[in-house]
């Protein structure tokens, strides 16, 4: 597993970088966006940890088309402003009922195409 930790005052996410990372740690940062995610460069990121930043304001996330095979309530708790979040075209055979109260404005949530059994109570 290779991570790479970033702690500049980053305002966005930076779009160069190791092409082989599966960690991007973005923590006690100034980001107000995750722009810059989609860039080929972090392409085998399997987790990104963005909390202690100033995203708050995210009202739409897109995360379709990622492999996610899990959804839990740190994941969504930065947005409380989140509006729409597509999570289609993943793994995710289970999505807690819990991670609603911490985006109570979703109006919008995609998880078509995914191998969704139960909408789970508990997380595990």
């Known amino acids: 597993?290779?991570?790479?930790?970033?702690?500049?005052?980053?305002?966005?996410v930076p779009y160069i970088g190791p092409s082989?990372?599966?960690?991007?740690?973005?923590?006690?940062?100034?980001?107000?966006?995750m722009i810059g995610i989609e860039s080929p460069v972090w392409c085998k990121l399997k987790t990104v940890i963005a909390d202690d930043n100033k995203i708050s304001s995210v009202k739409?996330?897109?995360l379709d088309n990622?492999?996610?095979?899990?959804?839990?309530?740190?994941d969504v708790a930065?947005?409380?402003?989140?509006?729409?979040?597509?999570l289609a075209f993943n793994k995710m055979a289970v999505l807690p009922y819990r991670i609603f109260e911490f985006v109570p404005k979703l109006r919008s949530l995609n998880v078509s195409n995914n191998s969704l059994r139960i909408i789970s109570a508990e997380t595990r």
């Open 78 to 86: 930065p947005y409380p402003n989140l509006r729409r979040l597509n």
């Open 20 to 33: 082989d990372a599966e960690i991007l740690l973005l923590k006690n940062n100034a980001l107000f966006n």
């Open 60 to 62: 739409v996330l897109l």
């Open 66 to 74: 990622n492999s996610i095979s899990d959804l839990k309530e740190q």
């Open 1 to 12: 597993m290779i991570g790479l930790t970033l702690v500049l005052d980053l305002k966005f």
